[in-house]
């Protein structure tokens, strides 16, 4: 079957950095998403990841081994608003979207 | 501004009650998704549409049907609903597989309450 792993919860400190992670088992692979979701919102596209490596956007990066199965969100100078979950999502051999259940993100001052 | 709207944002219906939720979008994207979400999990594909062929996840129970009229609007009919169903229904958009990123746009969602 197909998979997706990230913790259901992880807290951080505002100015601080946090590194969300992800593997996955899936069936085929073209690429994997990360989204925003706050709390009783839809999802917001954060990044795509298709080629091994880092991809960095402001004080948002995201880092993809495809060899390992694993990707990561990291996100610095955290900000109160970041407060959210973080779903990973893997687009599978089929161009299907499979999700991750999502990493909530508690902020604390 | 380009992007997707969804109708009505919030959803309140009797146990039983036919409701039908509405998307629409101005992306000009081919394919058009609806996804049921609860709270705290993954969202769950229900149909997609590449332009107007429509395709049924397995286990999207027959109480769910769709119907997309024009590129432009997709429609979530829910014929019967139970409680089970209340939920967050998101609709979604993107270009066709292998065009690009294949990132998928989402609208605000549908809080559906079932009384």
């Known amino acids: 079957g197909q998979n997706i792993d990230q913790p259901t919860e992880m807290t951080a400190t505002e100015g601080a950095i946090v590194q969300i992670n992800c593997t996955y088992q899936?069936?085929?692979?073209?690429?994997l998403f990360w989204y925003q979701q706050h709390a009783g919102e839809a999802p917001t596209f954060l990044s795509y990841?298709?080629l091994d490596g880092l991809e960095e956007k402001g004080r948002f990066s995201s880092f993809l081994s495809r060899s390992k199965g694993y990707s990561y969100l990291l996100l610095k100078e955290l900000q109160m608003k970041d407060s959210a979950s973080y779903l990973c999502a893997v687009l599978d051999s089929n161009y299907q979207l499979i999700w991750g259940a999502g990493t909530k993100l508690i902020i604390k001052p | 501004d380009a992007m997707v709207i969804q109708n009505p944002r919030y959803q309140v219906t009797q146990f039983g009650k036919p409701v039908t939720l509405s998307c629409s979008q101005t992306l000009n994207h081919n394919v058009m998704y609806w996804y049921q979400q609860k709270s705290s999990q993954a969202p769950k594909l229900l149909f997609h549409?590449?332009?107007?062929?429509?395709?049924n996840e397995a286990d999207t129970p027959d109480n769910f049907q769709s119907r997309r009229p024009n590129t432009s609007f997709c429609f979530l009919d829910i014929r019967s609903p139970g409680l089970g169903d209340a939920a967050m229904y998101l609709c979604?958009?993107?270009?066709?597989?292998?065009?690009?990123?294949?990132?998928?746009?989402f609208g605000p969602g549908t809080r559906l309450t079932v009384l």
């Open positions: 899936t069936s085929g692979f073209n690429g």
């Open positions: 990841n298709v």
């Open positions: 549409y590449y332009d107007k062929d429509f395709n």
């Open positions: 979604a958009t993107s270009r066709p597989a292998g065009a690009g990123t294949d990132t998928q746009y």
